[in-house]
């Protein structure tokens, strides 16, 4: 597989492509105002303890405060796991008040504050640094057992002096030579010495330590991934990645590019139109049938179509084809679209087991590539796939677009019809509670002729049964469910 990265850098933003095989598969977009927030260890303090939920919030600075779940909690001095504590319930943990040191692990999404952790990790290229965890994991994707024992045999042995201290070793390291994961494990702990020394500089609600930016983060969480080009069209970024890459990942230096085209870098495989692909409702698959995709607050819905596809054979077939072709579709669309959560997935009714069971592992298979935990469950009796997917930032929608300011984000607006008659209700309503000569009724160009057309007769029925009459005025701002009946 031909994994190509692309830069995009602007004073404003950094745009991070990720193509495999000229296919546009992840988009990463970090904003300079308005950083993820992943990774980061901040100075907390506990602003309200809620033992009905057995959660805490935590003031780390943000507008919103952050959300501590007990199960979340490093016991007592670090040395233990939140779930050795558990039963003590957090009111026993945690006090408002206290200050801790905290771990941003999902940043803020839509009306939610950032979930927190106090099991901190700090990730390098080979290994996950966890301080006071005391223990040594190894990566489940490095299958050889022989070669875990000796990755886990270099670690324990570096470990001897601090072990209070543990480690995961990281897929990357399959293969790893002893220096380079003993240097990795000084660095890390060196870098945790300086956090700590930080720590008691700073004030409550503070940040300790930030995560590193976008592009370097993303080269580092994509160590193992044969890349075999990183196209850059900054000189100042590149050479800072340059830089970085050069000290963590020197065998990827040769594939750093910068790249000084005219043509915008993102233009290269048509980035920008798929972006803008992205952020819709329907996506069309090749062989005509189509995908409806509905991002909500409890979750993501997708509806699998025939549409146009008719097919070569019979019914059953032509459902078959088109359900393989939606779930290759869809684990392209949850990656690149960054959905997460409960994901429900309505594929087109098949009555053939074996058909379900090659269309669910045609799904699992695609989501083989992504970085991203997600589990499938079974095809339901109601025919549905119910699978969830981690979430740790915004969806791209999320991040592009806000919510539509005229429909409020139903996706759909009262017709002028229905306007029309709510203004009459109005009408009526303030005319028995209050005295006035006549009323003027402001609404939206649209309603207003519906009004005065098509309705006119039963606008001259009201007026009479009022006895008063109304007079009208389109405004121009005014969306089409808006309105006002002033009493003159």
């Not at 501590?68 to 039963?87: F, M, P, Q, Y």
């Not at 943990?93 to 040191?101: A, P, S, V």
């Not at 996950?128 to 490095?142: D, T």
């Not at 886990?152 to 790893?176: L, N």
Request: hydrophobic share 40%; net charge negative.
């Amino acid at each position: 597989m031909s994994v190509e990265i692309l830069v995009n850098v602007t004073p404003q933003e950094t745009r991070v492509a990720v193509v495999e095989n000229g296919v546009l598969q992840e988009v990463f977009i970090e904003r300079t105002r308005a950083r993820g927030l992943v990774g980061n260890i901040y100075k907390g303090v506990v602003c309200r303890v809620l033992p009905g939920m057995q959660a805490a919030f935590v003031d780390i600075g943000l507008e919103r405060a952050a959300f501590l779940h007990v199960s979340d909690i490093v016991a007592g001095n670090g040395n233990g796991t939140g779930e050795e504590k558990r039963d003590e319930g957090i009111n026993h943990l945690l006090r408002e008040g206290q200050k801790l040191l905290v771990q941003v692990i999902k940043d803020p999404l839509g009306t939610k504050g950032a979930r927190l952790t106090t099991h901190v990790t700090i990730p390098s290229r080979y290994l996950v640094f966890m301080p006071g965890a005391g223990n040594v994991g190894v990566s489940q994707k490095i299958e050889t057992e022989d070669e875990r024992q000796r990755l886990k045999g270099i670690v324990e042995t570096e470990i001897e002096t601090e072990p209070t201290h543990g480690f995961i070793v990281r897929t990357a390291a399959e293969g790893a030579a002893a220096d380079a994961l003993t240097a990795d494990m000084r660095f890390l702990m060196k870098l945790w010495d300086s956090i700590n020394d930080h720590e008691g500089d700073v004030q409550p609600g503070a940040i300790v330590h930030e995560d590193l930016p976008l592009v370097r983060r993303v080269l580092r969480d994509l160590v193992g991934v044969e890349i075999e080009k990183v196209r850059i069209d900054s000189r100042e970024t590149f050479d800072s990645v340059r830089d970085f890459v050069s000290r963590f990942v020197p065998e990827i230096v040769e594939q750093l590019e910068y790249y000084p085209g005219e043509r915008p870098v993102f233009d290269l495989y048509g980035e920008e139109d798929e972006i803008q692909k992205a952020l819709e409702h329907k996506v069309q698959l090749k062989s005509g049938g189509y995908l409806i995709i509905d991002q909500t607050e409890a979750m993501t819905t997708i509806d699998v179509n025939t549409g146009a596809y008719v097919g070569h054979r019979n019914l059953e077939e032509t459902i078959f084809k088109t359900n393989l072709e939606a779930a290759q579709a869809i684990a392209r669309q949850l990656r690149l679209r960054n959905l997460g959560g409960i994901i429900i997935i309505d594929f087109i009714d098949m009555v053939d087991e074996e058909h379900k069971r090659q269309v669910l592992r045609a799904l699992e298979k695609s989501l083989e590539k992504d970085h991203a935990k997600s589990h499938i469950s079974e095809v339901s009796s109601l025919g549905l796939v119910e699978m969830t997917r981690k979430r740790t930032r915004e969806s791209l929608e999320h991040v592009l677009c806000s919510v539509c300011p005229t429909c409020g984000g139903r996706g759909s607006l009262k017709t002028p019809e229905t306007v029309c008659y709510e203004i009459f209700r109005e009408i009526l309503r303030e005319a028995r509670q209050f005295d006035a000569q006549q009323l003027l009724v402001l609404a939206a160009q649209e309603v207003v002729d519906l009004l005065v057309d098509e309705e006119s007769t039963s606008l001259a029925e009201l007026e009479s049964f009022i006895g008063k009459p109304i007079r009208f005025q389109a405004e121009m701002l005014y969306t089409p469910e808006q309105f006002d009946v002033v009493l003159m």
